[in-house]
């Protein structure tokens, strides 16, 4: 690959744009806000933490749904770079971070069923509270199962993606390779904690995508401050000697 058009530098700029406010949404979102309020083994407090502070709550749903909605974007502009490189595995990825887009949605709605069941609505006076506050914190804990179950799926789609900037060279191939090796790393993981869900306990589960966490943040400022690296041309010593050898053999 030797051309790059300026839609592909556009998209470029997009890719980098979206793939640094993913992770400013996804900090935010997690670790500002809806994570203080959250008490492990505790869904009393959990819920007066939800009730007191909604607002916050919600922000914390809004985030998601931004997050989603960059996805989409992101994967839309990773397919116009990829595509000229192989049409068919940058559709590929594209779905497959678009099935991860859904699962966020997904992540949403849990929120959204849990604000509901700590809600004044009439039906509600039907359960004991403990019940009404037990089903909203397992309304939230399926966050998580959202995100594992959507972690393969972003994982496959960031491999395929990192083969694609390894042929395409238009980012440095060491650091392509090392998001090959981070993303595939990921991927095993998640399938793994599917079948052994104690093996964050041997593996810490932050540490099964935060290497192609920090791939996605470096090649997002890649792209944002650098741009498309094309591919080296060869040289016109080499051009004229591969000429000469593949017109004249056969009088040799």
Same mark, same amino acid.
């Given at each position: 690959?030797?051309?790059?058009?300026?839609?592909?530098? !556009?998209?470029?700029? *997009?890719?980098?744009?979206?793939?640094?406010?993913?992770?400013?949404?996804?900090?935010?979102?997690? @670790?500002?806000?809806?994570?203080?309020?959250?008490?492990?083994? /505790?869904?009393?407090?959990?819920?007066?933490?939800?009730?007191?502070?909604?607002?916050?709550?919600?922000? %914390?749903?809004?985030?998601?749904?931004? @997050?989603?909605?960059?996805?989409?974007?992101?994967?839309? %502009?990773?397919?116009?770079?990829?595509?000229?490189?192989?049409?068919?595995?940058?559709?590929?990825?594209?779905?497959?971070?678009?099935?991860?887009?859904?699962?966020?949605?997904?992540?949403?709605?849990?929120?959204?069923?849990?604000?509901?069941?700590?809600?004044?609505?009439?039906?509600?006076?039907?359960?004991?509270?403990?019940?009404?506050?037990?089903?909203?914190?397992?309304?939230?804990?399926?966050?998580?199962?959202?995100? @594992?179950?959507?972690?393969?799926?972003?994982?496959?789609?960031? !491999?395929?993606?990192?083969?694609?900037?390894?042929?395409?060279? @238009?980012?440095?191939?060491?650091?392509?390779?090392?998001?090959?090796?981070?993303?595939?790393?990921?991927?095993?993981?998640?399938? *793994?904690?599917?079948?052994?869900? /104690?093996?964050?306990?041997?593996?810490?589960?932050? *540490?099964?995508?935060?290497?192609?966490?920090?791939?996605?943040?470096?090649?997002?400022?890649?792209?944002?401050?650098?741009?498309?690296?094309?591919?080296?041309?060869?040289?016109?010593?080499?051009?004229?000697?591969?000429?000469?050898?593949?017109?004249?053999? *056969?009088?040799?």
């Amino acid at each position: 690959m030797t051309v790059i058009d300026n839609s592909q530098r !556009t998209a470029a700029k *997009i890719a980098g744009v979206t793939g640094l406010l993913g992770v400013v949404i996804v900090v935010f979102g997690n @670790y500002v806000l809806l994570s203080p309020l959250i008490v492990p083994r /505790d869904a009393a407090e959990t819920a007066r933490n939800i009730v007191a502070h909604q607002t916050q709550a919600r922000m %914390a749903l809004i985030c998601f749904l931004l @997050y989603s909605a960059n996805v989409v974007v992101l994967l839309a %502009a990773l397919y116009v770079v990829l595509k000229p490189v192989n049409r068919i595995l940058a559709l590929i990825a594209a779905l497959f971070r678009l099935v991860f887009a859904v699962l966020w949605l997904l992540a949403t709605l849990n929120l959204l069923g849990a604000l509901r069941l700590l809600g004044s609505a009439p039906y509600l006076e039907a359960f004991q509270s403990g019940h009404v506050q037990a089903l909203a914190r397992l309304q939230i804990a399926a966050n998580l199962d959202d995100y @594992y179950v959507g972690l393969p799926f972003f994982g496959l789609g960031a !491999t395929i993606c990192e083969y694609l900037w390894f042929r395409s060279s @238009y980012i440095p191939k060491t650091l392509a390779v090392f998001g090959i090796m981070a993303s595939a790393w990921c991927v095993i993981c998640a399938f *793994i904690f599917l079948v052994f869900p /104690d093996f964050n306990k041997v593996v810490n589960d932050y *540490i099964f995508d935060t290497p192609m966490a920090l791939f996605e943040l470096v090649v997002s400022l890649w792209l944002l401050f650098k741009g498309l690296q094309p591919a080296r041309m060869p040289a016109k010593s080499d051009r004229v000697t591969n000429l000469h050898y593949h017109t004249f053999p *056969i009088f040799l």
